[in-house]
């Protein structure tokens, strides 16, 4: 009733049987090295561009912290260098000394426009800027006043030294910069444009020259002698944009310029 099952002869495995096998995925173990080989490489760019992007966004976020630290320090910092600071050096927003520091953040002011020295003439508040004390900027420019106190026990010689520390879009070209000193103001500029040592004009009528920068980056330096015990000395520094300035034009706009005041301990004289 049942037929028995009949044996058959295997059918003769052919190259096309071969390739068959290749097409499902089957390799020899030559092949199956080189593609681990291959992933193994593919494994290492991979691990590379991913260390690279780590490493590239670490960068961003540290140009982004400093130019934050940069921003929040403002447009003018003050600061007393370790040796002052060893001889009893302190700084002040007022007179009484009410908040010793030995580093001030002057604030900053934004979006300001092109400004004159005449006009703080005009609108009655070229008195103000060496009288009212800490941050009094005004909508176009800006002013701090601070003051500095010997307040150790021996006498000595210190530096002042005003200096750019950042700017945008050559804004420093067109800007003025007054120091008073104690109550007596110098004002600061760059060269006039396509010279070396003639200072653009400070007042409207052109007749008044600026004394010039010490450099590129420094706006002036000196030396103060016999700051003895409990001596006071007062500076205002005040900044505009010279609107009658040949460089004050539509180029500069939306940059910026940050200011350092330091002061450190005079050289000693050798014996």
């Not at 921003?71 to 050096?89: I, M």
């Not at 007054?178 to 103001?185: D, F, H, L, R």
Request: proline content about 3%; aromatic content about 12%; glycine content about 8%.
């Amino acid at each position: 009733m049942f037929n028995k099952k009949q044996n058959k002869t295997p059918e003769p495995f052919t190259p096309r049987d071969l390739d068959a096998l290749n097409a499902k995925g089957w390799h020899n173990s030559r092949g199956i090295k080189r593609d681990a080989k291959e992933m193994t490489k593919d494994q290492k760019r991979r691990r590379t561009a991913r260390w690279l992007i780590v490493i590239i966004i670490a960068i961003i976020i540290i140009l982004w912290l400093l130019s934050y630290c940069s921003t929040q320090y403002g447009d003018l910092v003050v600061s007393v260098d370790k040796n002052l600071e060893g001889k009893g050096v302190i700084l002040s927003e007022t007179p009484g000394f009410e908040n010793p520091s030995v580093t001030l953040d002057g604030g900053s002011v934004k979006d300001v426009y092109h400004f004159t020295y005449d006009w703080f003439e005009s609108r009655g508040v070229l008195d103000e800027l060496d009288n009212i004390d800490g941050s009094h900027n005004g909508k176009d420019y800006f002013a701090y006043t601070f003051y500095i106190q010997n307040n150790g026990t021996e006498t000595f010689d210190y530096n002042a030294t005003l200096e750019v520390t950042g700017v945008a879009k050559s804004c420093d070209e067109a800007a003025r910069i007054m120091v008073y000193k104690n109550g007596e103001p110098t004002i600061y500029a760059k060269p006039k444009l396509g010279t070396t040592d003639d200072a653009e004009f400070v007042s409207h009528d052109k007749s008044d020259k600026a004394v010039l920068f010490y450099d590129n980056d420094t706006v002036y330096t000196e030396t103060l002698p016999d700051f003895s015990p409990g001596d006071v000395d007062k500076y205002s520094v005040v900044i505009w944009f010279e609107g009658e300035d040949s460089e004050c034009i539509n180029d500069i706009m939306g940059g910026h310029m940050r200011l350092a005041m330091n002061f450190e301990a005079a050289e000693l004289e050798e014996n």
